[in-house]
T-cell receptor
Framework: DAGVTQSPTHLIKTRGQQVTLRCSPKSGHDTVSWYQQALGQGPQFIFQYYEEEERQRGNFPDRFSGHQFPNYSSELNVNALLLGDSALYLC??????????????FGPGTRLTVL | KQEVTQIPAALSVPEGENLVLNCSFTDSAIYNLQWFRQDPGKGLTSLLLIQSSQREQTSGRLNASLDKSSGRSTLYIAASQPGDSATYLC????????????FGKGTKLSVKP
């Protein structure tokens, strides 16, 4: 049973560029969430996708956008990159059965470095 | 606004010792609480999930308790091993949310042989 997968593993960009990160959820899961984890901090919720729509959003600017595809995979896009966007980006998936009661599973993350 | 705090920030113990990690949250209206393990530079591994109606969950040498009314959870690790060295994160799913998690900053555990 494949777990949550993310690509790429590492990415280096320069300020002002745009980046796309990808996530495939655990088999059988239909809901994908994205988190940003700065060094030494806990992950911060960016947004959640279900049925190809953004269902909930954390306190992140519009430069952060996403998409969910019919096969439940998801992309996170960040425009006009800032140095402060350097972080580990984590994708999590779960099955939206029982609403918020289900365990979330995380992928290995994408390490983004902005120079 | 829900806030999650983990104490201590770091902990070093000799192998074989039993230990307790603490997590507190400011709003008792939660759906569940989840404990995770994170190795350096890696993703999160789910350890235990406690629903708001439960008091504790056990998995192997791990036992997590939840006291929702006081806003506290503890993760008990029995007979610690060097392989337990990692950062342990606590996260709550706030009531009224659609399942997003609010995390503490974690406790960095080092188990010395």
């Amino acid at each position: 049973d494949a777990g949550v997968t993310q690509s790429p593993t590492h990415l280096i960009k320069t300020r002002g560029q745009q980046v796309t990160l990808r996530c495939s959820p655990k088999s059988g899961h239909d809901t994908v969430s994205w988190y940003q984890q700065a060094l030494g901090q806990g992950p911060q919720f960016i947004f959640q996708y279900y049925e190809e729509e953004e269902r909930q959003r954390g306190n992140f600017p519009d430069r952060f956008s996403g998409h969910q595809f019919p096969n439940y995979s998801s992309e996170l896009n960040v425009n006009a990159l800032l140095l402060g966007d350097s972080a580990l980006y984590l994708c999590a998936s779960r099955l939206l059965l029982g609403y918020a009661y289900n365990e979330q599973f995380f992928g290995p993350g994408t390490r983004l470095t902005v120079l | 606004k829900q806030e999650v705090t983990q104490i201590p920030a770091a902990l070093s113990v000799p192998e074989g010792e039993n230990l307790v990690l603490n997590c507190s949250f400011t709003d008792s209206a939660i759906y569940n609480l989840q404990w995770f393990r994170q190795d350096p530079g890696k993703g999160l591994t789910s350890l235990l999930l406690i629903q708001s109606s439960q008091r504790e969950q056990t998995s192997g040498r791990l036992n997590a308790s939840l006291d929702k009314s006081s806003g506290r959870s503890t993760l008990y690790i029995a007979a610690s091993q060097p392989g337990d060295s990692a950062t342990y994160l606590c996260a709550v799913s706030p009531g009224g949310s659609q399942g997003n998690l609010i995390f503490g900053k974690g406790t960095k555990l080092s188990v010395k042989p």
